[in-house]
């Protein structure tokens, strides 16, 4: 029956007052948005100042990045939009919101479509803009049901509109892409290149591009890295919208869509990437509390001096404790976006870690060889089964397993059993971990059999260092053995003691006798043991007792000063730990680590100048501001005359003493000095070598001082630390960009006579 007039009428006054109604409901919910009293709306300022947690980067001294600091999945370095591909702008537009540069942060034409294809069930395209997007990262929480979702989209609207206002096309393209999670700890666009390309983000291609863009609809379903297929479609797809919108001619979307998608995957890691040690050194330096007596046990004495005097004195120590942001809170590493600039060379870097990699591996299979079929190894043949008992539950009792264990109540017949029960577990090797079955008191032993080692390389005219290797493997042996261990030198000890010698007027040629001596001591005599029985009863020089590192020279040497002199200065050479003013102090018994020998060995090139590890140049905010700026520090010890006699003296060393198979092995020729060290038993071996303008350190051991090698000739300082620093000069003189040439040579005063040919 048809309508009447009147109902015509009727129904049209119905639609209004719906319409009116609802469009009233509208307005009212908008405006309730807008004030604050509905949903969660950011601040004028928040919205100027989005809140992003930004990794901290740090750079090497050739601007190249050695890693970041961050938690958790916050891996991300925001990037302004012109260091953004042009494709992955094009890509992005075209595909997620085509009529960007059209709208208000609100496209209603797109918003109908979208509600047509729902009514419909077609697939019309989504109705978000960019900029809606946008402010879902920022302020939108994780939706609990989908009514939450329905009143977090008219939010999201009135931000969006907000963020328009205040800001460029440009910058909210280039805060959308800083902002998106890209996984595998890739947030933001310049993260998501390098990860997924090992590329920067300016310099992906389109396919590289597109792939990444194609993400933006769900990261986790189009995962290149697990799902190539489907990340390969969805790209295609980009590159068929980019070729709608003009972007891309037809032919070359074709072209394009036929190439396989290829990776180049760049695992995020804090345990991997260049220099690792290094930069979990610097994390825990700038980071530092300052020390506090009682948080240290009776045992960490020495640790909590050095720790004091490291706040006292290093600005480095403890910088973000020390210094604080503009408005009085403290910087934090992992969110603030701080960019630091270190001294480490990344050339150098990688130089000494193959240098390390390729000696410790070589190393490693002939103390393997030495041990197998031991039932005592990884020890030593000397230590009784009750003393390897007691080394190995040591370890047990600092392992995960044991801690995780008493914190769930077990027993010690419990936890017996667990540590002798076979188990499925990965163990490391050179060639790569290997998953495996054994008991977890067989792998600390055989985890125990590799060999560890430090390295430290540094300028000694400005303290800059240049390199630093603090184990043969972060991730198996995270125990840094540059700057927190600390072994016993061994002979490296002796140009110390010869400093102290040629300071008070000693010549280089004086002569002593080379024979058997013994030092009357309050605790009884000492008779050093020697090595060589080269020349016995003969008068040597000085020159010849220190090239041939000879134990009866530096006992007769020692004898003719007092113990607390070669003590005091030795903490002038940089050394800080407690040192023992007994006259065996001559070959070396006390403990000090790499770091600290880089650092005394400073003096000798640089004319009794020596000069602090600098480990950092500058450090700036997320702005560009500059906020720490680092000098090295230095201090004159001895005379330029004593640096002369020392050089002298220990250029004999490389040239025809312990030292030579630098020449004769390695056919390094330059100008050079340094000595060998190896400590009783051939616990740690020890390598320090110096050129004009550098200056390196190399120790390698056992964890425990009784994991050696049995034989002298395997495990002397000459076989064991000499060629980790002799590959790595190699390296570093046939990169002729360094600027290290075989030509340079030690200022040494045209008046100063060497004395040449005493012997």
Same mark, same amino acid.
């Given at each position: ?8 009428i ?8 719906i ?11 908008f ?19 989005p ?69 419909t ?11 809606q ?31 328009e ?9 280039a ?19 390098h ?17 990444l863009?194609?993400?933006c ?13 489907r ?50 050194y ?6 530092a ?8 046990a ?5 640790t909590?001096?050095?720790?004091k ?25 992992y ?15 990688r ?12 190393i490693?299979?002939?103390f ?12 030593s043949?000397?230590l009784? %089964?009750a003393?390897v !008992? =007691?080394?190995?539950? *040591?370890?047990? &009792?600092? /392992?995960? @397993? ?15 059993k ?58 198996a042996?995270?125990?840094d ?26 010549s280089?040629c004086?002569?002593v006798?080379?024979?058997p001596? %013994?030092?009357?001591t !309050? =605790?009884?005599?000492? *008779?050093?043991? &020697?090595? /060589?029985? @080269?020349?016995?009863?003969e ?32 903490h ?24 600290e ?17 600098l480990?950092?140049?500058h ?7 500059i ?7 230095m ?17 004999s ?6 030292? *030579? ?14 000595k ?17 303008k ?16 049995d034989?002298?000739a395997q495990?002397?300082g000459a076989?064991?630390a000499l060629?980790?620093w ?15 040439k ?18």
């Open positions: 029956m048809a309508l009447t007039e009147e109902r015509r009727g129904f049209r006054k119905v639609f209004w007052k319409f009116g109604i609802g469009l009233a409901v509208v307005v009212l919910l405006f309730l948005i807008s004030i604050g009293w509905i949903g969660y709306l950011p601040e004028i300022r928040e919205l100027q100042n809140i992003n947690k930004s990794a901290t980067e740090i750079y090497s001294s050739d601007a190249q990045l050695l890693g970041r600091y961050y938690k958790g999945r916050d891996n991300r370095v925001p990037i302004n939009y012109n260091e953004i591909d042009k494709d992955i702008i094009n890509a992005l537009i075209a595909t997620e919101d085509i009529r960007f540069y059209k709208h208000s942060g609100i496209d209603l034409r797109g918003l109908i479509r979208a509600v047509f294809g729902v009514l069930r077609s697939n019309s395209g989504g109705g978000s803009t960019i900029t997007q946008l402010a879902k990262q920022l302020y939108s929480p994780g939706a609990g049901n989908i009514i939450e979702r329905a009143f977090q989209k008219p939010i999201e609207w009135v931000i969006a509109v907000k963020l206002r205040m800001y460029s096309k440009e910058e909210i393209i805060m959308y892409l800083n902002q998106f999670d890209f996984l595998n700890n890739a947030v933001g666009i310049k993260s998501a290149s990860v997924y390309f090992n590329s920067p983000a300016d310099k992906l291609n389109i396919q590289e591009a597109a792939t863009v194609g993400m609809k769900n990261p986790s379903y189009f995962n290149p890295l697990r799902y190539n297929e990340s390969s479609s969805r790209r295609n797809v980009v590159l068929d919208q980019m070729r709608k919108a003009g972007f891309l001619t037809e032919n070359e979307s074709d072209s394009i869509k036929k190439l396989p998608l290829l990776l180049d995957y760049k695992r995020v890691d804090h345990k991997e990437g260049l220099a690792p040690y290094f930069r979990e610097l994390r825990k330096v700038l980071t509390k300052k020390p506090v007596k009682g948080d240290y009776d045992w960490q004495k020495e909590y001096e050095n720790d005097w490291s706040w006292e004195n290093d600005p480095l120590y403890g910088f973000f404790e020390k210094n604080k942001k503009s408005d009085g809170s403290k910087y934090d590493i969110t603030d976006g701080l960019k630091i600039y270190t001294t480490i060379d990344s050339r150098m870097q130089y000494a870690e193959e240098a390390v990699d390729q000696h410790m591996q070589s490693q299979k002939q393997f060889r030495e041990k197998k079929g031991r039932k005592y190894a990884p020890f043949r000397d009784t %089964t003393e !008992s =007691s080394i190995m539950q *040591s370890a047990v &009792n600092q /392992s995960e @397993r044991y801690r995780k264990l008493k914190k769930e109540g077990a027993g010690k017949e419990e936890i017996d667990s540590f002798n029960t076979k188990t499925e577990m990965r163990v490391f090797t050179y060639n790569g971990w290997v998953d495996t079955v054994m008991t977890p008191m067989d792998s600390i032993r055989y985890h125990k059999h590799f060999l560890r080692c430090g390295f430290m390389s540094m300028d000694p005219a400005d303290g800059h260092v240049k390199a630093y290797v603090g184990g043969p493997d972060f991730t042996f995270q125990y053995m540059v700057t927190l261990g600390r072994r016993q030198i061994g002979s490296t000890v002796k140009p110390y003691l010869y400093t102290l010698c040629m300071e008070e007027g000693m280089p004086d002569m006798l080379n024979e001596i %013994t030092i009357m !309050s =605790s009884g005599p000492w *008779s050093p043991r &020697n090595a /060589s029985s @080269r020349r016995i009863g008068m040597v020089t000085l020159r010849w007792g220190l090239k041939e590192s000879n134990n009866w020279i530096s006992a007769r040497l020692m004898s003719q000063f007092t113990p607390e002199a070669l003590v005091k200065l030795m002038s050479f940089g050394i800080k730990g407690k040192i023992d003013p007994v006259v065996s102090l001559a070959l070396g018994p006390v403990e000090v680590s790499v770091a020998m880089v650092d005394a060995y400073t003096a000798f090139p640089s004319r009794g100048i020596r000069v602090d590890p480990y950092v140049s450090i700036e905010d997320a702005n560009g501001n906020i720490g700026s680092f000098t090295p520090r201090e004159e010890i001895f005379s330029e005359e004593t640096a002369f006699k020392m050089i002298y003296m220990m250029r060393v490389i040239d025809d003493g312990t030292g *030579s198979r630098v020449r004769r092995v390695y056919g390094l020729t330059m100008p050079m000095g340094g060998t060290g190896t400590t009783n038993n051939n616990s740690d071996g020890w390598f320090m070598g110096y050129t004009p550098l200056v390196s350190g190399v120790w390698v051991g056992g964890e425990e001082r009784s994991i050696r090698f034989s002298m495990g002397q076989a064991m060629p980790i002799a590959n790595y000069m190699k390296k570093v003189l046939a990169d002729k960009q360094l600027g290290y075989v030509t340079d040579d030690f200022k040494v005063s045209s008046e100063w006579s060497s004395e040449a040919g005493c012997e």
